[in-house]
């Protein structure tokens, strides 16, 4: 499974994805004011069940807009992060935030952070909800990636709600395994569809292809966390 983890220049995305993989990719390069900013994306992975995760950290300059949509791609979940000791760097948050929206479909899950609550003085989670106009309904967790608060349980929410918008259809590639033909006709798909749809899944890690044989395998640890 795919997620993407974006937000304003140093609000903690690549820390967040360190947190999870220390030896996690990132590319950045070192600007005149001396502080390092990822320019391409930072890469790290995780494994929840023996179910694999991807990281991937988009760059927080707002030009690089381009390669925020190219890391988009197929995502299956996105967590936002704003930082709670910056206001000011909400409005650029915000931009990011409607060009995310603009690139993934409606069903995409978004969990939003309000990092850096280790600092004197960071805006409680309910007020960077408030001040953004976050709508009532969406999760926003306190966090930090210097204490390591709540991370966890952002990443184990995400990957929950991901897993149910999936579970239905896990169902079905389960009673599948060894009917490949059957599966194509349940799911009404022609032989090159099908056969995108497959290698699909299988670059998300959900199922294990046997091109040998036609069958395949739904990965065993693809369930709730808990
Ligand atoms: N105090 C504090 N500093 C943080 C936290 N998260 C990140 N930082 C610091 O903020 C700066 C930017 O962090 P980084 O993860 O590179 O942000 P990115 O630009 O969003 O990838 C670094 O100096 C981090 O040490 C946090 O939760 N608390
Ligand atoms: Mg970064």
Redesign the pocket.
């Known amino acids: 499974m795919k997620i993407v983890v974006s ?1 304003p ?7 967040f994805i360190k947190h999870f993989d220390e030896n996690a990719l990132n590319i950045e390069a070192k600007a005149r004011d001396n502080k ?3 320019v391409g994306m930072d890469l790290g992975s995780v494994t929840l069940n023996g179910f694999d995760v991807f990281l991937f ?1 988009t760059p ?1 300059l707002l030009r690089f807009n381009v390669m925020r949509d190219v890391v988009l791609r197929g995502t299956d979940g996105v967590i936002f992060i704003f930082d709670a000791a910056h206001p000011e760097k909400d409005e650029d948050g915000i931009i990011i935030l409607n060009s995310i929206r603009k690139a993934i479909s409606q069903d995409i899950p978004i969990i939003f952070l309000a ?2 609550q ?2 004197a003085g960071a805006r409680h989670s309910e007020v960077v909800r408030a001040q953004n106009y976050l709508p009532e309904d969406t999760v926003i967790f306190p966090t ?3 204490t390591g608060e709540n991370l966890d349980n952002v990443l184990k929410q995400l990957v929950n709600q991901i897993y149910e918008n999936y579970s239905s259809l896990i169902e079905i590639l389960r009673t599948y395994e060894n009917n490949i033909e059957g599966l194509t006709e349940k799911l009404k798909k022609n032989t090159i569809e099908m056969r995108d749809f497959l290698n699909n899944l299988e670059i998300k890690r959900f199922i294990e292809l046997d091109r040998a044989n036609r069958t395949f395998k739904v990965k065993e640890g693809l369930k709730l966390l808990i």
């Not at 220049?9 to 820390?15: A, E, T």
């Open positions: 937000g220049l140093q609000c903690g995305k690549s820390s390092l900013y990822t950290g927080g990092n850096k280790d600092i930090s990636t210097r």
